[in-house]
C-alpha cells in the first residue's frame, strides 16, 4: 500500500528542513528523505547572520526585510521543539586599512548603516585583539546552532512518520501520476516532490541546467585560553564563540577544488588572518571542508520544473543560508499554494536557461508536458565548464577515464576527483613539461589514481589494458597548445583524428567523449575540419553528437563537441 503525502522533500540541509516546517506549518502532511551523508555545506556551516558584509562594507542583500522573517521562523520552531538554536549575538567588524575606514564613514554619512551599527568604548579588549584602526559593533545579528537544529529537525519529523534515510536515484525512480508523483521503490506518493539537495544537485537530472558556481569551504574549531569574547568577530574572516573557551573560525573561498578534504593551505590561510587581528595563542581542535551550492547569481532559487509542475527546487542558499532559508521557503510555499508568485531574483525560470536537457517524461494530466528536446544552444558558461558539466552527467564513483590532452592538468584533477580513490584515470600527453605540471597538481590534491603517460594522444587505445576497453566512462580531449608553454607545440590533424576515432572504440554504452577545438591558432582551423569530419562518418544509431560554438556565428570561434554513445 502506498503512503500519500501533501510533499516530499529530498534534502535535510538548510533549504529542506526550512522546506518541511513551513509545509508543515501550513497543514500540510510531509516526508523529509535524506542520505545523511557525514559531511554537507549545512552540517559544518557557522550559521551567521550578519547585518553589514564584505570587503565594500555593504547592508546584506534585503536584510531589513529577510531578517524579521528568520527571527520569527527560529523562535517558532524553538517554542514547538523545546530547544534554544537561535542566539542574537552582537558582532563587532574591525577594519583591515584605511580604505575600509573611508569605505565605512562615507557610507556611515550617508544614512546606509543608520540602525545597524553601535560605537562602543572600547570596541574590543586590547589585551586579546589589535584594532588599531578601530571597527564598529553591528547589531542586530545572528548565530543559529544549525547541528542541533537539523538533528532536531531529524528527530521530529522522524518521530511524526515523515522522516527516512534513503537515497533515491531521481533519474529512474520518480513515476509520474494523475495525482502527482510516486517513488515506486519506498512504497510512498505525494503532490509534488522538492528537491533540497545542496552540491549534490550536480547529480540530479532533472535540474542539471541550474547554473551554479559552487565554493569549497573549510572552517576551523579552535580552542583559545583566556579569550571570553561572546560576541563575533569579523575582519577579513570570522571568529565565532561556540562554548568556553572553544571558537570557530573561517572560512575560505575555493572555486577550483571542490572536494571535501581539508587542505593544509586553509588552515594556514585561516591562522594567518587570525594572527593579524588576535593576539592569543590558538589550538586547532578540528578541520572540516564543505561545498557551498552557490548559484552563479549569488541568490537562491526557487520555482517549479518547466514542464514538470510536480517538481519544485529550492537551492543555492550559500554562505548566508540561515538568514536566506526562512523567508524564500514560506514564499514557495506560498507560490505552490497559488497566493504568490516568486521574487524575479531568485525565480528559478527567470535564472535558468534549459537548453534540452530536462529529462522530462509525459506528465498525463499536464498539457505543457512535451518529449525531450534535443536541440543545444550557446551557453553563456565557459566551453571548458560545460564539457566538465557534460562529463558530470555520466561519469560516477569507481569509473575508468582518460584525459587525452593533460596540458596543465586541470581536466585530469577534475575526472580524478569525480571517480574517487576506487576508480581510475590516464593522462596522456606528448609533452613532459605538461606532465610534471599535472603530476605537481595531483600530488597537491592528494589525488594517487591517476596513470600519466608520456606519448601521442594516438595511442591511447594501444596503451590502455585490454580489459578496460569497452569500459571507458569518459575521454576528455583540449587540443592546440599547452597553455603557457610552446606554443609551436600542437596537437596535429591526422594524430587527432586517429585518437578520436578510438576513443569512440573503447568508450562503454553511455560514456561521453568531449573535443574542444580552439581554430584561432595555425592549423587550428584544419584540425576542426578534421574533428567534424571523423564525428561525421559515426553512426548515428549508436552515437549523438552535439556542437557547441563558443561564439555563434562567428569565425574563428572555439567549439565544444560531445559525443555520447547510445545505451
Known amino acids: 500500500m502506498t503512503s500519500h503525502f501533501d510533499a516530499i522533500i529530498i534534502g535535510q540541509g538548510l533549504a529542506g528542513t526550512a522546506l518541511a516546517w513551513t509545509w508543515k506549518w501550513s497543514g500540510a502532511r510531509v516526508l523529509v528523505l535524506d542520505r545523511e551523508t557525514t559531511v554537507t555545506a549545512s552540517k559544518i556551516a557557522a550559521g551567521l547572520i550578519t547585518p553589514i558584509t564584505g570587503q565594500k562594507l555593504v547592508t546584506t542583500w534585503r536584510h531589513m526585510e529577510l531578517w524579521p522573517a528568520a527571527v520569527a521562523f527560529y523562535r517558532r520552531f524553538e517554542a514547538e521543539t523545546g530547544t534554544s538554536v537561535f542566539r542574537q549575538p552582537s558582532m563587532v567588524r574591525l577594519f583591515a586599512d584605511e580604505g575600509e575606514v573611508a569605505i565605512f564613514e562615507r557610507r556611515r554619512a550617508a544614512g546606509a548603516f543608520d540602525g545597524l551599527i553601535n560605537q562602543p568604548v572600547p570596541l574590543v579588549d586590547n589585551e586579546w585583539f589589535f584594532a588599531e584602526r578601530g571597527g564598529c559593533e553591528m547589531c542586530p545579528g545572528g548565530q543559529l546552532d544549525i547541528p ?19 537515497d533515491v536515484d531521481v533519474s529512474r525512480e520518480i513515476e509520474f501520476t494523475a495525482a502527482g508523483v510516486r517513488l515506486q521503490g519506498l512504497g510512498v506518493s505525494a503532490n509534488a516532490i522538492f528537491f533540497c539537495q545542496g552540491f549534490d544537485t550536480r547529480d540530479n537530472p532533472w535540474f542539471r541546467d541550474v547554473q551554479f558556481k559552487p565554493a569549497k569551504g573549510e572552517i576551523l574549531t579552535l580552542r583559545i585560553p583566556g579569550l571570553a569574547e561572546h560576541r563575533v568577530i569579523h575582519r577579513g574572516i570570522w571568529l565565532a564563540p561556540v562554548g568556553s573557551e572553544l571558537f570557530r573560525a573561517g572560512s575560505t573561498y575555493n572555486w577550483n577544488c571542490l572536494d571535501i578534504q581539508p587542505t593544509s593551505a586553509a588552515r594556514d590561510e585561516i591562522a594567518g588572518q587570525l594572527r593579524e587581528f588576535l593576539r592569543l595563542p590558538i589550538e586547532v581542535v578540528s578541520h572540516q571542508a564543505a561545498v557551498r551550492p552557490i548559484h552563479r547569481n549569488q541568490y537562491p532559487v526557487i520555482g517549479r520544473h518547466p514542464l514538470q509542475s510536480r517538481l519544485g527546487y529550492f537551492n543555492g542558499l550559500g554562505s548566508k543560508g ?48 512535451t518529449p525531450p528536446i534535443h536541440v543545444e544552444r550557446p551557453r553563456k558558461r565557459s566551453l571548458t565548464d560545460q564539457a566538465q558539466d557534460a562529463v558530470r552527467e555520466v561519469l560516477q564513483t569507481g569509473d575508468t577515464a582518460i584525459d587525452a590532452t593533460t596540458g596543465n592538468g586541470h581536466d585530469t584533477q577534475f575526472l580524478a576527483e569525480r571517480v574517487g580513490t576506487q576508480g581510475l584515470v590516464f593522462g596522456f600527453d606528448i609533452q613532459s613539461a605538461a606532465l610534471e605540471k599535472t603530476k605537481l597538481r595531483l600530488a597537491d590534491a592528494k589525488l594517487p589514481n591517476v596513470v600519466l603517460i608520456n606519448q601521442n594522444h594516438n595511442q591511447l587505445k594501444t596503451l590502455i589494458p585490454p580489459g578496460l576497453r569497452g569500459g571507458i566512462a569518459a575521454v576528455m580531449f583540449n587540443l592546440g597548445y599547452l597553455p603557457g608553454g610552446d606554443r609551436s607545440i600542437v596537437t596535429h590533424p591526422e594524430s587527432t583524428r586517429t585518437a578520436i576515432t578510438a576513443a569512440t572504440e573503447i568508450l562503454r554504452p553511455g560514456g561521453l567523449v568531449t573535443i574542444l577545438a580552439y581554430t584561432g591558432h595555425g592549423g587550428g582551423a584544419n584540425e576542426a575540419e578534421v574533428v567534424e569530419s571523423v564525428l561525421k562518418s559515426l553512426s548515428t544509431t549508436e552515437f549523438e553528437v552535439t556542437q557547441i560554438e563558443s561564439q555563434p556565428g562567428r569565425t574563428p570561434g572555439p567549439r565544444l563537441f560531445l559525443v555520447k554513445r547510445r545505451q
Do not use: C, M
Not at 532536531?152 to 534513503?166: C, K, N, Q, V
Not at 507560490?335 to 535558468?352: A, C, F, H, M, Q
Open 322 to 369: 540561515s538568514l536566506h532559508a526562512p523567508f524564500f521557503a514560506r514564499q514557495l510555499v506560498s507560490y505552490w499554494n497559488g497566493e504568490t508568485s516568486i521574487d524575479p531574483d531568485v525565480d528559478l525560470n527567470r535564472k535558468t536557461k534549459w537548453h534540452g536537457n530536462l529529462h522530462t517524461r509525459p506528465l498525463p494530466d499536464d498539457p505543457r508536458a
Open 148 to 166: 542541533a537544529y537539523l538533528k532536531t529537525s531529524r528527530a521530529h519529523f522522524a518521530r511524526e512518520g515523515g522522516y527516512l534515510p534513503t
